[in-house]
């Protein structure tokens, strides 16, 4: 079975695409595109990074996203297994350790209905401090209308009546 890197390559080169032009399209650095297509997904950046890269050349090359980020995780799974048998001590003893199960992937929708999005979060309290900054000034602003002009002479400066002089 082809490795995953050995599969974005053919796929780009069926599609006659050069790395070039997906790093010019895609913003990817060479560097990581090379590794990927050798397969040496130790050099890449990690976590969901890695899935962008994936999805990102995936989608300029019109190949299937999905299903090369699936390759991607199980090549990653299989490594990361791979890792710990040969760190585990019960292995190398000769003792069989018993297998994790691993989770079954969640999906999107599920997610998302978990969780509302960020910039929705954000923007409604954005408007909460703007509604609630809009009536603190409504309220300061008819304080200062009612309230009688203050004088030098004290609160309220009292204005001349009519038979009054002044000095």
Known sequence: ?????????????????????VVAATKINLRLLEAIERNDLDALPGGLYNRGIVRAYCEFI???ADAMINAYLLEEQERTHDRGARS????LR????????????????ARAAGRRP?????????????????????????????????????????APAHGDRCV
């Open 88 to 91: 585990d001590p019960a292995l």
């Open 94 to 109: 000769g003792r069989r350790a018993a297998p994790a199960a691993p989770a079954p992937p969640e999906p999107a929708a």
């Open 1 to 21: 079975m082809a490795c995953f890197g050995e599969l974005l390559r053919r796929e780009r080169e069926l599609r006659e695409i050069s790395l070039s032009e």
């Open 62 to 64: 019109g190949a299937d």
């Open 118 to 158: 960020r910039g929705r979060t954000l923007l409604a309290l954005a408007l909460i401090l703007l509604v609630l900054a809009a009536l603190a000034s409504l309220v300061t602003f008819r304080r200062g209308r009612g309230a009688p002009p203050r004088g030098p002479d004290g609160p309220a400066a009292r």
